[in-house]
């Protein structure tokens, strides 16, 4: 059965970094792209960053562009989130999201598209 577990979650001040894992028990990792997005309470899921199951592609919403860095281990079956220059707005449980695709440079940002959630993770920042 496949599952997808994110860690890393917790405390952080603001201005600080913090890396989530997302540890994949799925067939064929190297063929899922994964993408990352958020809920923050009374808020819908947004989109934050997305990488193709080569590694080769990611995007990212605006809002994280430049202090977030989505990257995969293949080998691990493991993706990360570094999250750097961490905000109180970013503040929110962290779900990573995996998809079935045979396109290896495509990332996928709309949570329709996946079929495979983890539980979560929640990252609170304090200002």
């Known amino acids: 059965q496949a599952q997808l577990v994110e860690s890393g979650g917790g405390l952080v001040q603001a201005g600080g970094s913090r890396r989530l894992s997302c540890a994949a028990s799925?067939?064929?990792?190297?063929?899922?792209?994964i993408s990352w997005f958020r809920q923050a309470p009374g808020k819908e899921r947004e989109f934050v960053a997305a990488?193709?199951?080569?590694?080769?592609?990611?995007n990212y919403a605006d809002s994280v562009k430049g202090r977030f860095a989505i990257s995969r281990d293949n080998a691990k079956m493991t993706v990360y989130l570094q999250m750097n220059r961490l905000k109180p707005e970013d503040t929110a449980v962290y779900y990573c999201?995996?998809?079935?695709?045979?396109?290896?440079?495509?990332?996928?940002?709309?949570?329709?598209?996946?079929?495979?959630w983890g539980q979560g993770t929640q990252v609170t920042v304090s200002s």
């Open positions: 799925v067939r064929t990792f190297s063929t899922y792209a």
């Open positions: 999201a995996a998809t079935l695709t045979i396109n290896r440079d495509t990332v996928y940002t709309s949570p329709g598209r996946f079929d495979i």
């Open positions: 990488i193709s199951w080569s590694g080769a592609s990611t």
